[in-house]
Structures are given as structure tokens and as C-alpha cells.
Nanobody, 121 residues
């Protein structure tokens, strides 16, 4: 059974950092993505990484601030978020798919339950 569990969200101030984690069980050799959905807005792509970590994709809005990484030994993926801004406030979801990383949500098969990130100004 495939399961994704996100953690690490919280309430921070602008300029602070957070690290989100996504622990996966039940699958291997998969690409991983992070998406976010702010209240009243559509879900949007944040970052993605290939199985071996050699290929990463980032949304323009987070480039230079967010870094995605993975620990395959523990089947856990991370999203390090630095210099957070109020516009980063959203529920963050991790998702996974077999194949290459993608910026498109509909290519991902499995999704976590989400973790709330709130950035105050």
C-alpha cells in the first residue's frame, strides 16, 4: 500500500525557514513533487526531483529560496524553504509518480494529506 506523509509545516514569520518532509512507503524508483494550494486558489507546482536526485525542477517563484532533496535510504524527501514570504502561505502536498519528475499535477499518482505553512508579515 502506497502512503505519503508530510510533516514540518507551521507558522513562521517572513524571512524564516522551514523544512518539509515527505515519508513514502510502499513504492520505489519514483519521482517526487511538491505542490501547494493557497486558500481560494488552484493547486500549483513548487518543486520536483527525480529518483536519483540528479534532476530537479522549481517554480520560478521559489527558485533560489527552496531546495528539494531526498534520502532514498529512508525513502524520505525534503523541501527546504528559506526566506519565506507571506505569499508562500498554503497547504503543501507531496506527490509521487513512476517516471520523470513533472511540473504537472495530473501526472502524479499518489498524494499526501498536506501540511499547512503560514508565513506572517
Amino acid at each position: 500500500q502506497v502512503r505519503l506523509v508530510e510533516s514540518g509545516g507551521g507558522l513562521v514569520q517572513a524571512g524564516d525557514s522551514l523544512r518539509l518532509s515527505c515519508a513514502a512507503t510502499g513504492l520505489f524508483w519514483h519521482a517526487m513533487g511538491w505542490f501547494r494550494q493557497a486558500s481560494g486558489k488552484e493547486r500549483e507546482f513548487v518543486a520536483a526531483i527525480s529518483w536519483d536526485g540528479g534532476d530537479t525542477l522549481y517554480a520560478d517563484s521559489v527558485k533560489g529560496r527552496f531546495t528539494m532533496s531526498r534520502d532514498n535510504a529512508n525513502n524520505t524527501k525534503y523541501l527546504q524553504m528559506n526566506n519565506l514570504k507571506p505569499e508562500d502561505t498554503a497547504v503543501y502536498y507531496c506527490a509521487t509518480r513512476y517516471g520523470n519528475p513533472s511540473i504537472h499535477a495530473h501526472y502524479y499518482t499518489f498524494w499526501g494529506q498536506g501540511t499547512q505553512v503560514t508565513v506572517s508579515s
